[in-house]
């Protein structure tokens, strides 16, 4: 798999029937290995050894409805208190981030109200704070660590 732009980490991999599988720390189970689901396990070691955010707090490929839709969000990091506090839309790495990226995530934000939204295609992640009061976000230069 091609290289990203985030630290290096340590995955487990499987081969079943000719095809790779990684391990999902999250969903403990493998799942197969496609570009977009590198992106995600990145993503996901990113924010658990560089953000510190709890894996317990970390929710991943879940259904959600979407205008009457069924949608399927990439990462969810929850607060203690059950409130969302990041959305992340993963993209293969060949999938350049585009409006319609950010037009995807802030749909799923409408139906899921988070603070912070993070689209990435593994070599290029752009980060926002939600502001509800003035109706926008706020680009960030990276989302902050987790708080207790």
Known sequence: MQQLSFPTYEFRFK???????IFDQ???????LQPEEWVRQHVVKYLIHQKNYP??????EKVLTVNGLKKRYDVIVYNSDGSIELIVECKAPTIPISQAT????????????GNLLMVTNGLQHYYCKMD???????????????ML
């Open 15 to 21: 081969n079943s029937k000719n095809k790779i599988h």
């Open 26 to 32: 999250i969903r403990k189970k493998f799942i197969l």
């Open 55 to 60: 894996i317990s707090l970390i929710n991943v």
């Open 102 to 113: 950010f037009d995807q995530i802030a749909r799923y934000n409408s139906a899921l109200r």
């Open 132 to 146: 509800y009061e003035k109706e926008k976000y706020i680009f960030l230069k990276d989302i902050p660590p987790y």
